[in-house]
DNA sequence: GTTAGGG
DNA sequence: CCCTAAC
């Protein structure tokens, strides 16, 4: 079977504007999770020649695709390759208006949506910082420094292209490795190990998140000490300081009650909580063979038990995702925490309290880092969660994930990634009952998710308050049922809990507070 | 059509 | 959320 998602021109073969194609797929024969999925990927000349991308650029906006919850849109700068990130992480004030440079709407221009993409890396830093995007993909990408990557290029199966090694080779990897201390030489050695294929990447940072993410099987890139035995990672130090900053959590993650100040840019991934059972699955892959490893597996899980990610957990990240995705970029705000405040939050654990009589599911996240937590009311999942990180990392998108994708056009090619499911959010099926005035009245109230408060705030310290139905057109876009007024209404009911009970440590209130104050909503 | 504020 | 006055 295989699975294509292409990058071509349009209709007549030219895009109108240089930089990379738009990306296609074609995603109708996939069958299973380990089918892999090709992507050809050109880039477009100033003339509107097609040009096809080297191995670098591919694989770099493919790890766009599916790490970043980005956009690869075609950029009127000739001849470069710049991938058009819409990185809800640190779009918010890092990043200038890119999104409309070329009159179509981004989130047309480039149907992958990547915001059932669950897995996703945490790129912080300043790697993705506007002025930056050229340096880091000419860096890791650059021209010319192609070679023998094995990926696309004739639409075949990466696995059985020009691939030299094929498969990973876990035996290179034993004891520790501290990718801080290994040279480039060593870190690609390593990433061929964890992969099984070459790099040309010369960019350490990558290289290192990358193999760390390899080994870990999930988005954590917050370790780079790493301890092999038997072919299997038994430990992974937390060593990196740099990385990390400040940002020790004081946050236990089995009870999530403790908030933290800062841990701004800290690379923290929402697949730790994978990581148990990610691992498993990588080795399953990596080694190649599933038998007897089993045991293995299970001593590996009980050695490190981790609660794996909820239900509610999974489909408010997606949700977070999609809607802060399909949301505008903001030039630059006062301060560069907004944006990562409103991109880094982190689930730290679920846990049921009561509320004003009346039980809710609280996801005590740590909104943007802030330490600040912030209940919420739960609500029926309304998308499955993507299982396997890794495998669409270097494998794409493979069956569960093609219930988010819609093969629309007619045809082998222009067929768009396309998120499927317009329930939930989208359904603007709002119940409504005549009153008695002759009027109507919607009939059920539609609970404010953290997502929505999060992105009213954000909206709030954007355009500024008042600014109702800007903030309605330009930040809840997607949310029909949202009106103009249920914005100021809920805006006005926070500031009333935000100051029901000032900053007294306890209650709900001081959350809102801070987290509004943290958000310079507030004074 | 929007916004602010009371219901 | 609704309703309405006042932009």
């Known amino acids: 079977m295989e699975t294509e998602v292409e990058v071509e021109g349009n209709d007549e073969g030219k895009f109108e504007e240089p930089g990379f194609g738009k990306i296609y797929s074609s995603l109708s024969s996939a069958k299973q999770l380990t089918d892999p999925v090709v992507y050809k990927l050109v880039r477009v000349e100033g003339d509107g020649r097609l040009v096809p991308a080297t191995d670098d650029e591919v694989m770099e906006v493919k790890d766009l695709l599916v790490d970043e919850k980005s956009e690869v849109c075609t950029v009127a700068d000739v001849g470069q390759p710049i991938g058009c990130i819409s990185n809800d992480r640190s779009s918010p004030g890092m990043l200038p208006q890119l999104e409309s440079s ?105 290289l290192k998140r990358r193999i760390a993410m390899g080994l870990t099987n999930s988005c954590d890139v917050s370790a780079t000490t790493f301890i092999i035995k038997d072919n299997k990672l038994v430990n992974k130090g937390k060593e990196d300081g740099s990385d990390n900053g400040d940002g020790a959590l004081a946050n236990d993650p089995a009870t999530g009650t403790t908030m933290s100040g800062g841990q701004q840019g800290l690379p923290i991934s929402h697949g730790s909580q994978l990581e148990d059972q990610v691992v498993s699955d990588k080795r399953n892959r990596n080694i190649g063979d599933n038998s007897g490893s089993e045991d293995h597996h299970t001593e590996q899980r009980a050695a490190k038990r981790v609660r ?96 988010f994708l819609s093969t629309g056009a007619v045809g082998g090619h222009h067929k768009v990634l396309k998120q499927v499911d317009s329930s939930g959010d989208s359904d603007d099926n709002v119940v409504t009952v005549p009153t008695s005035k002759g009027g109507i009245r919607r009939k059920h109230h539609r609970a404010w998710t953290l997502s929505e408060v999060m992105k009213l705030v954000e909206g709030v310290s954007r355009y500024g308050a008042g600014r109702w139905s800007e903030i309605k057109r330009l930040a809840f876009a997607s949310y029909s049922y949202r009106t103009s007024v249920d914005l100021k209404d809920k805006w006005r009911n926070l500031l009333k809990a935000s100051f029901a009970q000032i900053p007294s440590d306890k209650g709900v209130s001081s959350l809102i507070y801070n987290y509004l104050h943290h958000m310079q909503v507030i004074a």
């Not at 945490?122 to 880091?136: D, M, N, Y």
């Not at 021209?143 to 290179?172: H, Y």
């Not at 801080?180 to 190990?193: G, M, P, R, V, Y």
């Not at 977070?320 to 560069?336: D, H, M, Q, W, Y």
């Open 102 to 206: 070329e009159g179509l709407s981004p989130s047309e221009n480039t149907e992958v949506d990547p915001d059932k993409l669950n897995a996703r890396l945490e790129e912080t830093g300043p790697s993705f910082a506007p002025s930056l995007i050229q340096s880091h993909m000419h860096q890791s990408g650059g021209v010319g420094e192609c070679s023998n990557a094995p990926v696309l290029t004739e639409g075949r199966a990466l696995t059985s292209t020009t691939v030299t090694t094929s498969k990973p080779d876990f035996s290179k990897l034993n004891g520790e490795i501290c990718l801080d201390n290994l040279s480039i030489k060593e870190l690609h050695e390593t990433f061929k190990a964890t992969f099984g294929r070459e790099t040309t990447v010369k960019d350490k940072q990558w």
């Open 308 to 403: 794996k990610p909820t239900k509610r957990y999974i489909e408010e990240l997606s949700e977070v995702e999609s809607k802060e995705a399909s949301g505008k970029l903001r030039p630059i705000v006062k301060n560069s925490l907004l944006g990562q405040m409103s991109s880094n939050f982190h689930t730290r654990s679920a846990r049921n309290v009561s509320l004003e009589g009346r039980t809710v599911v609280t996801r005590l996240d740590s909104l943007g880092g802030s330490g600040i937590q912030i209940p919420c009311v739960s609500r029926v999942r309304r998308s499955r969660p993507r299982k396997n990180f890794m495998a669409l990392l270097f494998l794409g998108v493979a069956d569960e994930d093609r219930q």
